[in-house]
């Protein structure tokens, strides 16, 4: 590992219409063994800009704060080895990283996901019966477990097509919601039903399956197979299957 790395982050505020301006500005610091992509950028706003600004909490990939765009690739900057980083960065060239493009701009490497926030209080939590039966299958108590191991750190909405390209940010949830949704649809104690919504409000019918969330999420959460397919999949079988609306209406399901 050389000594010194340069990094080429974006420094930048929204105008007054919330567009982006702003330049990529190089720095070049000294480099420690072990060092992670947040360890540089720290050691950036020590030696060069102390108004650099940058979210993170846990340095743990536990939090899901910092999020960012590392050589064009969503990642979280606190597990993100900078040995890694140097092998695939070309001799010469700098390390650049930018705020995650999909979300407006807060400030330098601070995208703003309030748009998350305001999402998430749309859905029906846990809807569980008046009287609890806590016995259920083991494996449906993990099948949701893996969602539960999602840390909301929002790079599969960042990678989404329908987001990013299409900002469809009002009609489509996302991946980050379709596996909290699963969660909740999945959950042996739910009684609620959100299919309605994941077909109109959610636009789950956006989703063309292409996985690129799945490969970004550092929780490894399979979330176009484990948890978009099968709510489409539902889905098409509370509204477009004939034989389950004909079992529906003779009351042989509900
Ligand atoms: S699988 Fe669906 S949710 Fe995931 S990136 Fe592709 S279109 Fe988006
Ligand atoms: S599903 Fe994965 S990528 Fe998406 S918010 Fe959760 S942890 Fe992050
Ligand atoms: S600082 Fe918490 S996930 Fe990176």
Redesign the pocket.
């Known amino acids: 590992m050389s000594d010194d790395v340069t990094f080429r982050v974006f420094r930048g505020e929204p105008n007054d219409e919330g567009i982006p301006i702003g330049e990529m500005v190089d720095y070049t610091v000294e480099m420690d063994e072990g060092m992670v992509v947040l360890d540089v950028i720290h050691s950036i706003q020590a030696e060069h800009a102390p108004d650099l600004s940058c979210r993170w909490n846990c340095k743990a990939g536990k939090c ?1 704060s910092c ?1 960012a765009e590392v050589n064009g690739k ?1 990642r979280l900057m606190c597990m993100t080895r900078m040995e890694d980083i140097l092998e695939e960065t070309p001799d010469g060239s700098p390390v650049v990283v930018k705020p995650m493009q999909a979300f407006p701009l807060t400030k330098d490497l601070v995208a703003d996901v309030q748009w998350s926030y305001d999402l998430n209080k749309t859905i029906p939590p846990l809807q569980g019966p008046d009287e609890v039966d806590w016995k259920f299958n083991q494996n449906e108590a993990n099948r949701i477990q893996e ?1 539960r ?9 960042n ?1 989404c097509h329908v987001m990013r390209e299409h900002h469809l940010f009002d009609e489509f949830a ?3 919601f379709f ?1 909290r949704l699963a969660n909740l649809e999945m959950h042996p104690m739910d009684q609620g039903n959100r299919l309605s919504k994941i077909k109109d409000e959610y636009g789950i019918g956006y989703c063309n399956i292409t996985r690129c ?2 490969e ?6 399979n ?1 176009t197979d484990n ?1 978009i397919i099968p709510l489409k999949e539902r889905v098409v079988t509370e509204y477009y299957d004939p034989l389950a609306w004909v079992a529906k209406k003779i009351g042989l399901r509900k």
């Open positions: 899901g999020g969503p969602f191991s999602c840390i909301e750190c929002l790079l599969c909405v990678t996302g991946p980050r596996v969330c799945t970004v999420c550092p929780a490894g959460i979330i948890a």
